[in-house]
Antibody, heavy 124, light 106 residues
Framework: EVQLVESGGGLVQPGGSLRLSCAAS????????MHWVRQATGKGLEWVSA???????YYPGSVKGRFTISRENAKNSLYLQMNSLRAGDTAVYYC??????????????????WGRGTLVTVSS | EIVMTQSPATLSVSPGERATLSCRAS??????LAWYQQKPGQAPRLLIY???TRATGIPARFSGSGSGTEFTLTISSLQSEDFAVYYC????????FGQGTKLEIK
């Protein structure tokens, strides 16, 4: 079965760190760009990071310098290391598979496969 | 920065009727737009990409149209499983989602 399964969420204090994992199965993980997308409770979706098949990484300004995306193709796994966490980082974090949209722009993906998400709560 | 605006915020429609959801971009995104469906407690599901191409396994009652700044998702005859929140996402300039339209049963 083609699927993504996230893990590693939990409660962490402001300023703390957390590492999320995403296990992929049913497809050739190494052939796809992969992403993290988050959703605060009752809010919309926000793209958090991307990693290309060659290991190139991309971040929005809201997390750049605090979050690090990585992948381990031999284990079909995606990771998100989150440091200096803030209350505003509280959200469900989804792992998603990216497909190149063809716009030719710097960031050019839509997301055709999503995991069920893992909840990160930043609170004292 | 491009702003994606979805309207209405909530749409009430009876089963069997047609639903029309709107997504507007503050500047042109060409046809670089996707639509997703999200049910409570579930991950989003890709419905449409390239503004009008249905994703694999998506029923024909879902259709997308538009280009530039104005886009529409139409569900031709609502089924009970279609009541959910729908998001648009542009990938022409950065990766940005709209705030969603909640489609509820009338």
């Amino acid at each position: 079965e083609v699927q993504l399964v996230e893990s590693g969420g939990g409660l962490v204090q402001p300023g703390g760190s957390l590492r999320l994992s995403c296990a992929a199965s049913g497809f050739t993980f190494s052939s796809y760009d992969m992403h993290w997308v988050r959703q605060a409770t009752g809010k919309g979706l926000e793209w958090v990071s991307a990693i290309g098949t060659a290991g190139d990484t991309y971040y929005p300004g809201s997390v750049k310098g605090r979050f690090t995306i990585s992948r381990e193709n031999a284990k079909n796994s995606l990771y998100l290391q989150m440091n200096s966490l803030r209350a505003g980082d509280t959200a469900v974090y989804y792992c998603a598979r990216g497909r190149v949209g063809g716009s030719g722009s710097y960031l050019d993906w839509y997301f055709d496969l999503w995991g069920r998400g893992t909840l990160v709560t930043v609170s004292s | 920065e491009i702003v994606m605006t979805q309207s209405p915020a909530t749409l009430s429609v009876s089963p069997g009727e047609r639903a029309t959801l709107s997504c507007r971009a503050s500047q042109s995104v060409s046809s670089n737009l996707a639509w997703y469906q999200q049910k409570p407690g579930q991950a989003p599901r890709l419905l449409i990409y390239g503004a009008s191409t249905r994703a694999t396994g998506i029923p024909a009652r879902f259709s997308g149209s538009g280009s530039g700044t104005e886009f529409t998702l139409t569900i031709s005859s609502l089924q009970s499983e279609d009541f959910a929140v729908y998001y648009c996402q542009q990938y022409n300039n950065w990766l940005l989602f709209g705030q969603g339209t909640k489609l509820e049963i009338k």
